[in-house]
């Protein structure tokens, strides 16, 4: 699908414009004390001439055939770039977490590492996390590393989604 930047984008922003738009895939989910699954997911990343990204990921169980049968989770936040190359992310979800994220953006590659996470009372243990997303043959991967739960950071989430 053709990508175009939009004409009122900050030029802090520039550096995750390739991020613009509606991704849908689906990806897997495997983790100590869990049952390995499948889910789809639906990301979108959207500006306002702002110099941040207002961020929304739905993941869903799906059937078969891969179309969504019920909600799994979701979370929303803001991607703020800065000029050195750098990227802060705040993110929330419904589960009772909030996270900031600090990261590296390299050309299509963007890494993050988890500052702080807060949680409410009746959210499941959750301590850190690292994050990896970039554009492969115009594709959105990611995946999520997580330490939660008494287990050290591993891997417990990745997605490969297209732009819709």
Avoid: C
Avoid at 25 to 30: A, D, M, R, V, Y
Avoid at 64 to 82: I, Q, S, V
């Amino acid at each position: 699908m053709p990508f175009e930047i939009p004409e009122n984008l900050h030029p802090d922003v520039m550096g995750v414009a390739w991020l613009l738009g509606r991704w849908e895939g689906s990806g897997k989910s495997t983790y100590p004390d869990t049952e390995d699954a499948d889910f789809g997911q639906q990301v979108d990343f959207s500006q306002n001439g702002g110099n941040y990204l207002h961020y929304l990921s739905q993941t869903f169980t799906v059937d078969g055939d891969g179309r969504p049968l019920a909600p799994l989770g979701m979370e929303t936040g803001f991607w703020l770039p800065k000029a050195d190359g750098t990227v802060e992310v705040v993110l929330s979800q419904p589960a009772g977490y909030a996270e900031v994220w600090y990261g590296k953006i390299t050309g299509a590659r963007i890494e993050l590492t988890t500052d702080v996470v807060m949680r409410t009372a009746s959210a499941p243990e959750y301590t850190a996390g690292q994050r990896l997303y970039g554009n492969v043959e115009g594709d959105l991967l990611w995946t999520f590393d997580k330490a939660a739960e008494g287990h050290p950071l591993q891997n417990h989430q990745w997605a490969r989604l297209r732009r819709v």
